[in-house]
């Protein structure tokens, strides 16, 4: 015997988070021929740009531009107290991945950055870089449902999970005037910038999204002076950004990151022809995900009351959004000086978030790590810059309605504002300020049945007689097991016993009851 097999096919999209590749690169760098000698490196920044991504079926290939700058002292005597050299390098990488099939998103972090000088015109960078994998997978299923004009014993489970209800990319300009503080001196040249950009708000509703962010600035400079020296303006911009989304389903949850991709800073003169000015354009790129709740039917097991089915069955992995949330943290701490050298202030600083781990409770996400904090500050004797690195534990709490131990968690580290204070001549403080984003996730694997197909079970169409059975049943015994052990409808069994006919299939019967069975 053979019947047409019914049959629906479901279309989703879940996240996948991937584990992250690392890459190492080491680089000499040449001082441009237009710039002093350098005596002393006094910092260094490294902003990792991805350009390229090639997806081949395990091997993802990377390619991008490593922008470096370096500040130093220079070596002629007379100069400017810092000097800046910047640089260019491209990079690839590849890296080992599992399949990937849909969409990627990659995020490079620099997790490590050292530069030493071969000699006074040579610099050699090492750096680490960590680049996070996403992946927006689009399910297609197909999924079993029956047989035409064939009636099928079928249990059934409802499955609520989440779906991307929009999946969009965006890119704000975020221009500001940034002006010096009064008692600043004017502006020779920029030495230095740090950008950091943090969501404040967000409202979705079907028709449109508001998110408002923060975008956080220091600029370090060189002042326009018979005696020049290094200053830093520290600030921020708020700014506000509406996304229309392209569906329209009852939104439960979202998603946003914020990300500074490149930004420009020239000094400029003010109202009264003195360079007081910073003017400031940031490219800033937003993701906005938002997740809906939906219901998806499965069968997960069948039979047929004369003919024997063959099940193929198959796996899927849906996911379930959890809640979000987010915390304030501070970390601070003391830094001593060598006993040879006095400081007179610190300049600038800047960190990177590196955590350490984390710890889900209900309703609430323990995490913890270090900042890595660089400062900059200038001795008492002598000119330029020298720099400390420093490790800044932190630990903090986020509220995250719905998180609960077992779930996955996406976490974001912003920095927005690190800061060094003088304390003494051999000591200071360095605080920091960042923001935790914490989104949960709960993964489900599910089993169901993709297709059936039938052929005819000749013993039982050849024995034409009808038994009534008496069945003990068993603990744990659901009337589905019966049922299907029997391979007669679950309607006869509760008819025939009186059973209440709303007993769903799950119904675990009592150990030790007796079934009347008609075979």
Not at 173 to 186: I, N, S
Not at 288 to 317: C, M, P, S, W
């Amino acid at each position: 015997m053979s019947a047409e097999v019914l049959r629906d096919m479901i279309r989703l999209t879940n996240i996948r988070e991937l584990p992250p590749l690392q890459a190492f690169f080491e680089e000499d760098i040449l001082v441009p021929d237009i710039k002093p000698d350098v005596a002393r490196i006094g910092g260094c920044k490294v902003e990792p740009r991805l350009t390229e991504k090639e997806n081949y079926g395990g091997s993802l290939k990377l390619g991008g531009d490593l922008y470096l700058d370096v500040i130093y002292t220079p070596a002629a005597s007379g100069d400017k107290p810092a000097e800046v050299a910047n640089a260019r390098i491209p990079f690839r990488h590849e890296g080992q991945i599992e399949e990937i099939t849909g969409e990627l998103e990659i995020v490079p972090r620099v997790e490590h950055l050292e530069v030493t000088m071969i000699n006074e015109r040579k610099l050699r960078m090492k750096t680490v870089i960590s680049f996070s994998v996403r992946e927006y997978q689009d399910i297609e299923r197909n999924v079993f449902r029956g047989f035409r004009n064939d009636k099928v014993e079928m249990l059934e489970k409802n499955i609520v999970f989440t779906d991307i209800a929009d999946h969009k990319k965006d890119y704000i300009e975020v221009k500001d005037e940034a002006r010096l503080k009064d008692g600043m001196p004017e502006i020779d040249c920029v030495l230095k910038s740090d950008f950091r950009v943090a969501e404040t708000y967000r409202q979705i509703t079907a028709d449109k999204a508001i998110i408002s962010g923060v975008l956080f600035y220091d600029i370090m400079y060189l002042s326009e002076e018979s005696e020049p020296e290094p200053m830093t303006l520290s600030g921020k911009t708020e700014f506000t950004h509406f996304i229309k989304p392209d569906q329209s389903s009852e939104i439960i949850g979202s998603d946003v990151f914020m990300k500074v991709d490149d930004v420009r800073v020239v000094p400029k003169r003010d109202e009264s022809d003195n360079m007081t000015i910073f003017d400031i354009i940031a490219g800033v790129s937003v993701r906005l995900d938002t997740f809906t709740d939906r219901t998806l039917q499965i069968v997960e097991d069948a039979y047929h009351g004369k003919d024997i089915l063959d099940l193929e069955k198959e796996e899927i992995n849906l996911m379930r959004f959890g809640g979000s949330g987010s915390a304030d943290i501070s970390a601070r701490e003391k830094i001593e000086f060598g006993h040879s050298e006095n400081i007179e202030k610190i300049v600038f600083a800047s960190g990177e978030a590196v955590p350490a781990g984390g710890e889900i409770g209900n309703g609430k996400f323990s995490v913890e790590g270090v900042i890595l904090a660089d400062v900059l500050y200038t001795p008492e004797e002598g000119i330029g810059l020298k720099s400390m690195t420093v490790e800044l534990p932190f630990r903090g709490v986020a509220d995250v309605p719905g998180l609960k131990p077992g779930m996955n968690v996406n976490v974001d580290f912003v920095v927005k504002n690190v800061s060094g204070e003088k304390i003494n001549d051999r000591q200071a403080e360095v605080t920091a300020d960042i923001m935790v984003a914490v989104k949960g996730f709960e993964n489900i694997t599910l089993e169901y049945i993709k297709n059936a197909g039938t052929y005819d079970n000749v013993q039982d169409r050849d024995d034409n007689t009808t038994r009534l059975i008496m069945y003990m049943t068993k603990n744990n015994d659901r009337l589905w097991d019966v049922g299907k052990r029997y391979r007669i409808p679950l309607a006869e069994i509760k008819d025939f016993n009186g059973m209440d006919e709303s007993l769903p299939p799950e119904f675990v019967v009592s150990g030790g009851e007796k079934l009347l069975i008609w075979t």
